[in-house]
């Protein structure tokens, strides 16, 4: 094995190499709550425990306990009320100290959304389902019941089938890294690709739940946690792997190297405690990448020596060009047809002028679906496989073709504008309406979550919350010139959705006698208690994955639907929700819990347990 200092040094290397990636993909992994959910103190950071009152548990930090191992603590000691209490203590809104520059607020307090989602954190999801059983208990009518246990299943299957594949794709995302000079934002769905995101979803349930078990008799956990420490890098080089073999695997390999991990792990010490010392501002900058690409480094030195000893069950491990770049050669037998298609010239079509010319090429809008619509997207799609070829033969990023799975195995590739492709009126205006419905049910699950309550969320009265439809048709459109940069495309996002959801919030306020429907007060990095750092940083992962992901599949199944149809489904629902609109500019939605803090300004108290905002 190589000496600890040369293992850190090729993983500086590596960050340094795709720094502003790694730093993303650790964070997302800290919103999703797969892992590295305790930096997000830096946004949520709680009172001391002498400020939480009676009944409640000690604060998360420095000195108190971490929320996974308060909960297991307190089943173990048999003290199912304590566990409860410490369940509650995690998705309660916390009212922190204020600390002004001016009308930005720096507290740390409060911040809903990545605590509820960190319930299916690595040692949260039985807080989860403590949470679950607790509203269950709580609640006295069956609507309620059902309605609750409807949120959990939700938040179990986003867990199993979400977060655990993302656990995978990222540690595949690291390998990568190691040895390439690029990685594509569509690694994150190769598993998908390779129709093996369930097979590996399973083995890293198994993988977090075994860790559960172990954890529960203290001793052992430290020794297990070790022995299955390259489960996910397992997993991520080859999924078809059971989810026994993977961990069986994972033993046999670091049989004899336990100790050693853990040495390699202490030396990133001071790098912890200078995380927790900023409250996790330090691990999202540099912390959890560089330790998660010490962890890749690692295992692919153990994976390396265990071949050499010809291990039982390494032989399942194939994925060579994973390790080392293949030579010309190599790539020249794998992507013949690639080499002479990048050879071959391909004719732009021409560009419309005037209006229809101003919409397609500064909004990425078009009317209709037609005839030169579909030469753009077969050329658009021709040039972005000529990008992705060129990559793999000029050795910058993983060769997919020369992934040792059977050909058979290998999803075939259909033409596909991809992210870049242009959008019709009627897509657009249908995904504005789908991601309405989708944010509408998004608040009222976590909501039920939160209270066992079901609540109308939003300042109308239909299923809908326009501020994620607007915001998502916003950056698809305003920033179609900036998708080719994912990084710039990011910081914009997180602008633009900044700009709609203050003035939104100032609009609300202006035109209904001072009430606000949110109040961000007591957040990190709050303006006005319009906006804040967490809400920002999540519409901007969310609405790259909305961009580069999400509004590209769904524009697929649209245009598979009849557009007479079409038009029937756009105008049906644009007259059902303009006169909603009218309707609730005079009878507005107001009551208790309709968004995270309501308060109306003429009766001078909050009506969902919280501060009204000045």
Known sequence: ?????????????????????????????AILGTEYTNTLQVFQLQRRAEENGPGRAPALGVGGRSGEMSVINDLINGDLDGAIASVQHRIDVYTGKDTHIGDLELGHSEGILASV?????????????????????????IRGMLLTILGFSIILLFWLFIGNV??????????????????????????????????????????????????????????????????????????????????????????????????LELTLLPWRLASIATGGL????????????????????????????????????????????????????????????????ETKPEMRKGFRGFLENWLGI?????????????????????DEYRDAVEGKTYPTRLYPLPAKER??????????????????????????????????????MQTGKFVNRGTLHGPWLPIYGGGCAAILTLLYKLRKKPLTEFFMIVVVCGII???????????????????????????????????????????????????????????????????GICIALLAVFLGDVVYSSFVPNTGKGITSSVAAADEGEPQDGTEQSS
């Open 1 to 29: 094995m190589p000496e600890r200092k040369e293992i850190r040094k090729k993983a500086r290397q590596s960050c340094r190499k795709h720094y502003w990636f790694f730093v993303a993909v650790c964070l997302l992994a």
């Open 117 to 141: 989602v960190n319930e299916v954190a690595s040692g949260s999801l039985l807080m989860s389902i403590l949470t679950t059983i607790d509203t269950i208990l709580a609640t006295r009518n």
């Open 166 to 263: 993302y656990r995978a794709a990222y540690a595949r995302v690291f390998l990568e890294g190691r040895i390439y000079e690029k990685v594509p934002f569509s690694r994150f769905l190769y598993l998908f690709r390779l129709k093996k995101h369930l097979k590996a979803s399973l083995s890293m349930a198994v993988y977090v739940l075994l860790q559960y078990l172990w954890m529960l008799t203290v001793v052992l956990y430290p020794v297990k946690h070790y022995a299955y420490l390259l489960v996910p890098y397992l997993v991520a080089e080859n999924p078809d792997l059971s989810p026994l073999e993977a961990i069986r695997l994972s033993q046999r390999m670091m049989k004899g190297h336990k100790w050693e991990a853990f040495c």
């Open 282 to 345: 330090v691990g999202i900058l540099f912390y959890n990448p560089y330790k998660e690409a010490v962890r890749a480094e690692y295992h692919a030195n153990i994976r390396a020596l265990s071949l050499k000893e010809k291990m039982d069950g390494t032989g399942r491990l194939t994925d060579r060009y994973l390790y080392e770049i293949p030579g010309a050669g190599v790539i020249a037998g794998a992507y013949p047809d690639a080499i002479r298609l990048m050879k071959t010239p």
């Open 366 to 386: 078009v009317l209709t679906y037609d005839e030169r619509e579909k030469q753009h997207r077969s050329w658009l799609t021709l040039e972005l496989k000529k």
């Open 411 to 448: 999803r075939k590739k259909t033409d596909d504008a991809g992210f870049m492709r242009h959008y019709t009126i009627l897509s657009i205006i249908l995904l504005f309406f789908v991601l309405c419905i989708f944010g509408w049910l998004w608040e009222v699950v976590l909501h039920l």
């Open 501 to 567: 959801e203050y003035f939104s919030s100032w609009i609300l306020e202006v035109t209904h006698n001072g009430q606000r429907w949110w109040d961000y007060s007591g957040y990190y990095l709050n303006l006005n208690g319009r906006i804040c750092a967490e809400g920002l940083l999540v519409f901007g992962i969310g609405g790259a994955a909305f961009i580069y992901v999400l509004a590209p599949w769904l524009d697929n199944l649209i245009l598979r639907i009849r557009t007479s149809f079409l038009w």
